[in-house]
């Protein structure tokens, strides 16, 4: 499925982006715009979710408790485009993550908050502190933010952040 969508123009679009720069982050400085017109196009949005639903490999697929449920979009060695969903809990609470406090190794993430409430999130400082003895870590908050008030957000390599679950679903690009 992975191929699926590769001749629609946005994904054609941001494919030649990719090609064309080699600064990883004026990539994601320049696919912001497309993100959020992807975001506004609902045709192409209830395409994705008719090939996901129409795609046995994601059918079948097994999710765990880590997965953040999504749609798949579009992957190639260099870019990965999904719509993430975040549905909010029966009994919203401040300050209950939506998923553990991770980083996203050596990619960088740029995310367009496109349906619902948006969600809050917490990125960390990159020098963790490990104490080798009860290997607890201390992390400091370098940004604490609602992603609808940074929209479209990039978190950096290796950046550890956290996302709480939301008011009402949400969906990002």
């Known amino acids: 499925m992975n191929d699926v969508l590769k001749d629609h123009k946005y994904i054609k679009a941001i494919t030649k982006l ?14 912001s715009p497309i ?16 090939r996901n639903f129409t795609d046995a490999g994601y059918l ?3 999710w765990s408790l880590y997965n953040i449920p999504y749609f798949f979009v579009f992957e ?5 485009v999904k719509i ?12 209950i993550a939506a998923h553990c406090i991770h980083h996203h190794n050596n990619y960088l993430l740029t995310s367009n908050a496109f349906f619902g ?13 490990l104490n080798e003895n009860d290997l607890s870590v201390k992390l400091k908050v370098s940004k604490h ?14 950046e550890p952040h956290v996302v709480f679950i939301p008011e009402a679903l949400s969906a990002t690009l």
């Open 145 to 158: 933010f609602h992603q609808k008030d940074w929209n479209p957000s990039l978190v950096d390599s290796w």
């Open 35 to 50: 993100l959020v017109e992807m975001g506004n196009d609902r045709e192409f949005l209830k395409e994705v979710v008719r």
């Open 60 to 62: 079948s697929q097994t």
């Open 18 to 31: 990719s090609d064309e720069i080699d600064d990883r982050y004026e990539f994601h400085k320049q696919v």
């Open 84 to 95: 993430h969903l975040f549905p909010r809990h029966q009994k919203k609470v401040d300050g």
């Open 76 to 80: 190639n060695e260099h870019v990965n």
């Open 117 to 129: 409430s948006g969600y809050e999130s917490m990125l960390f400082k990159k020098e963790v502190n």
